[in-house]
């Protein structure tokens, strides 16, 4: 961990570099991936005033993407084969493979915020075929993760179901990403400190705590 890594992480600039991106607590990858949307939102707010622009925006992002991490993943960029799980990790984690996550959070907020559901149908057809070939294909299975709980999010905010919109779980979600950016150390901590032994009612104990923490 060097001081340029250090300062790339403090000026959010480490989500460009595949050796520094998850470098120091290894699950800080998700920052620098979010300033850079970020960056773009002025230029988004702008152009995307519509849930069918939305809609465009996520299936042409896509179609982009493909083509470009399918040769990406052909060149060895990081020079030895030892870093290769580094690289495919990098292509996995990098903005423009989430970009479309992002998107799916856009067009929620112009489906519920503002109540726009007056889209072209067919782009239902291109939707549900992402969706699907998640499951048959790595690279693809954060959208269809992704499309699920933009699903589940919608049918909450009509529902209003009380056993997952209340007060505790509000609470939790308002503190998420601080508890998200600190648990790892504290689950090494946990680990370390209480180790599960060989009974098998134990282990389960053990688990469950650890699931929990």
Known sequence: ISIANII?????LSGLNPYWMNSILGIEWSIGVEMIFYLFIPFLARNIKNTNHALKLFLGSIFIIVPINYILEKMNIVGTKDLWDMWDNFLFLYFPNQFPVFVL???????????DIKFNKWYLIPLISVFLFGFKNGRFWIYTVAIFFSLLVFIISKSNIKIIVNRLFIFIGKISYSIYLTHIILLDLLIKYIKPVGVEMQNIFYFLMYFLY
């Open 105 to 115: 959070g856009i067009i929620l907020y112009f489906i519920i915020i503002k109540n």
């Open 8 to 12: 790339s992480h403090f000026t959010f």
